[in-house]
């Protein structure tokens, strides 16, 4: 997971249901996000529901953990400043410059804040067979993917719904970093076919 947040390559990550695969793929988010070695992260889950799960749990990590929040309250100070209101972000500044927070069922921007690397990190969750094409915030691309757990047993055992899949990754979400740059990606899954 490191090397997929720091380096560009790709990377695949097998194993058993219930070794907890997912809360990995959350901490590699907040890593990669808090530390500002991405701008932009794709969250993909077989479900658009599972994806938005991933995003609602990292941010409750940024807004309520004790320790992250010594850590980074450059993240977690605006955040708990929402009070769980997310109107209230329009109107947050730091030191008289607005944060710019935007956090809904798909995205979450994080605060603007000057001199700080995760300033302005966006994570963003779709559901794998969502359209993911376009994903473009001002002249931010998506910078890296990480697809958690998109194979159940049905798909594994369909080879036509496994190179519809592959196609999927491959069209849609791989080329979400534009023409001329390779994204970073991360994917895990769970052995069954």
Known sequence: IQDAVT???WYHVRMPRGHGKTSYVKGGIAYALSFGFRKYVVAVAAAGGNASAMLRDVFALFERSH?????FPEIAVPLRALDGKT????SLTVKGQPCNIRVNAQEIYLPTVAGYPSSGGILNAVGFQAN???KVRGSLRPDLVIFDDLQDEELAKNQDRVREAEQNI??????LGGHTKTIAA???STPIE
């Open 7 to 9: 380096g560009s390559g």
């Open 67 to 71: 320790t992250f929040a010594e850590d």
């Open 87 to 90: 109107q209230r972000a329009k």
């Open 132 to 134: 993911a094409r376009g």
């Open 170 to 175: 491959e069209k849609n979400f791989l080329n």
């Open 186 to 188: 991360l994917m895990t």
